[in-house]
């Protein structure tokens, strides 16, 4: 995905920028039907339709089988969850207003998200040998965060709904969930239904991302038939590769894809207030929301961390839920239609993404040297 948004990058600052705005500007798909769409829009709601899919069913397993089927353990990461998009919403808008551009307001939920793949990949690489319970707070924290992003793009980005188009929709979701529960399920029903699904959210005016997790949430979380594993785990082992390899960097390549320099302006996006908010949300704001309330919590409430994880533990994990690349994309392409401050916001999750990456990677190394420190002898 890194390097998909990388290509993207390349390819719209290079000579040739014009031909990778020709691609991206190209329309396919039947006209009756508003699906005439150029290919960048494919990517946003085709392409990552299939990545929100994966979010429902891990979002399912959670909250049926995992970490947030027992509150007492979950509340901590849940309400540090909440904390990590209120306060980069707050510095955002500060930040914005006072740099002279209330009119960039709309953004204000663009730094509060965090990539849960991107993070987990950074801590599967750099915390081996740190307490598990840390992975655990990382992914009840992502995962609650995914949550909290759908409702934020269903409740402030939807706009002029078609119920009638929503209610086909939502038949098509329940159809799904009947057909997933079958005894013997075969592919060849699921797609063209979550087809139905996904065409019928789209044409409603909800964003079309929104059928993927409507489908996932409805796939059984624990094992049915006396089948060995739930049926969350085989969709997930199905679909995740295909998100992962295809889906998700071709949504990195036509997403990532601005000029650094705007051709209508001399002083180009660099002077965009939206780019060092949609920086400092993510880089400070989200660790100091998880953090703070973490601590907060933990002090005023009976609620506790794991057992041998402290509050400072938790700093490398701070700074990953800064890396908020694919759901901030998503929230950007959603909240402007000016290409300044569309490719302002994009680059500033470049960077952010970026940084927090790198805090997080070193930060974790570091607390992996010291804990081997530790636990040497002491004649070592």
Do not use: C
């Amino acid at each position: 995905m890194f390097a998909a948004a990388a290509a993207g990058l390349v390819w719209a600052n290079s000579p040739w920028w014009e031909t990778y705005e020709a691609l991206s500007g190209a329309v396919l798909g039947p006209t009756k039907w508003g699906l005439a769409l150029p290919l960048s829009s494919w990517a946003v709601e085709g392409m990552l339709a299939v990545f929100f899919f994966v979010v429902g069913v891990e979002l399912k397993h959670e909250l049926v089988a995992g970490s947030l089927r027992r509150p007492k353990e979950a509340a901590v990461p849940v309400l540090a969850a909440v904390g990590g998009m209120i306060l980069p919403a707050v510095v955002f808008t500060a930040l914005v207003v006072g740099l002279g551009n209330p009119g960039a307001l709309h953004g204000w939920a663009i730094p509060t998200a965090t990539d849960v793949a991107f993070a987990l990949a950074v801590l599967a690489m750099f915390g081996r040998g740190l307490p598990h319970a840390l992975r655990a707070f990382l992914l009840t924290l992502a995962v609650v965060d995914d949550f909290l992003a759908v409702i934020v793009i269903t409740v402030f980005y939807t706009s002029n709904v078609d119920l009638f188009a929503l209610a086909v929709a939502l038949v098509a979701v329940v159809v799904f969930g009947l057909l997933v529960r079958l005894r013997s399920p075969h592919w060849w029903l699921f797609v063209p239904v979550a087809l139905v699904a996904w065409g019928a959210m789209h044409a409603s005016g909800v964003h079309a991302t929104i059928a993927g997790v409507l489908l996932g949430f409805t796939v059984p979380a624990r094992a049915i038939y006396g089948e060995s594993w739930p049926r969350t785990h085989r969709f997930d082992k199905a679909i995740r590769p295909l998100s992962s390899v295809i889906a998700l960097p071709v949504f990195a390549f036509f997403s990532a894809g601005v000029r650094l320099v705007d051709r209508s302006s001399p002083a180009g996006i660099l002077s965009q207030p939206v780019l060092v908010a949609v920086v400092m949300g993510l880089v400070v704001g989200k660790v100091v929301g998880v953090l703070g309330t973490t601590a907060l919590m933990t002090r005023i409430t009976p609620l506790r961390l794991s057992n041998g994880v402290g509050l400072r533990d938790l700093l490398p994990i701070g700074f990953l839920t800064g890396i908020g690349f694919t759901v901030s994309l998503l929230i950007t392409e959603l909240s402007f239609t000016d290409v300044e401050r569309i490719a302002a916001a994009k680059l500033g999750i470049l960077i952010a993404t970026i940084l927090s990456a790198t805090l997080g990677a070193a930060t974790l190394r570091w607390d992996f040297h010291k804990a081997r420190r530790n636990k040497a002898p002491s004649g070592a």
